[in-house]
């Protein structure tokens, strides 16, 4: 079947770096997608990885390793906005769907 | 500017009634999406279109229905075969074609409760 496995919470400090992980299992994908969504918001784009290797946007870079069916999202300089839910998502190469995980929760302390 | 708009905000739903959630996007994409998200959770993809008039089930389709008449527009309806509809409802829409950089761009949801 298909999955993403995320870590349900993440606490970090104001300032500093945190890294969220995504691990899955599917047959064959065309790229690893995140998202961040704030309480009682819609979920906005914020990184998308079709090839191995690191992507940098800013404060955020994603990275995706196809060989270890894994990526990350990198967060640095942290800012209380960034307290929210970061989800990973795939598109599955049969069905053409969009799967996501079940989110992060990323707590930031002052 | 482009987007996708959704109403209502908030939606209230009687016992036995069927209820029909709008989704309208103006940006020109072939592929829209409805998802159900229940609190703390993730998103769980209930229909998905990717052209007009053909639309495919995702993964919670019992007790839902869709039509895709028009490019712009997916509307949702929850029937009263849906017995825990209380959540937020999300669409979305995307570009589509193979090896397109694919992201989904999201309307503000629609909150569903049960009176």
């Known amino acids: 079947g298909q999955s993403l496995e995320q870590p349900s919470e993440v606490t970090a400090v104001e300032g500093a770096i945190v890294q969220i992980n995504c691990t899955y299992q599917?047959?064959?994908?065309?790229?690893l997608s995140w998202y961040q969504q704030h309480d009682g918001g819609a979920p906005t784009f914020l990184s998308y990885n079709a090839l191995d290797g690191l992507e940098e946007t800013g404060r955020f870079s994603s990275f995706l390793s196809r060989s270890d069916s894994y990526g990350y999202l990198l967060l640095q300089e942290l800012q209380m906005k960034d307290s929210a839910s970061y989800f990973c998502a795939v598109r599955d190469r049969g069905d053409d769907k969009i799967i996501f995980g079940k989110g992060t929760r990323l707590h930031i302390l002052p | 500017d482009g987007g996708i708009t959704q109403s209502p905000k908030y939606l209230f739903r009687k016992e036995g009634q069927n209820v029909t959630l709008s989704c309208e996007q103006n940006l020109n994409h072939d592929a829209m999406y409805w998802y159900r998200q229940d609190p703390g959770q993730g998103l769980r993809l209930i229909y998905y279109s990717q052209i007009v008039n053909d639309f495919q089930k995702g993964d919670i389709a019992e007790g839902y229905s869709v039509s895709r008449e028009k490019k712009e527009s997916f509307p949702l309806t929850v029937t009263s075969a849906q017995k825990n509809p209380t959540a937020f409802y999300l669409c979305?829409?995307?570009?589509?074609?193979?090896?397109?950089?694919?992201?989904?761009?999201f309307g503000d949801g629609t909150r569903l409760s049960i009176l």
């Open positions: 979305a829409s995307s570009i589509d074609g193979p090896g397109a950089h694919r992201t989904q761009h």
């Open positions: 599917t047959s064959g994908f065309y790229g």
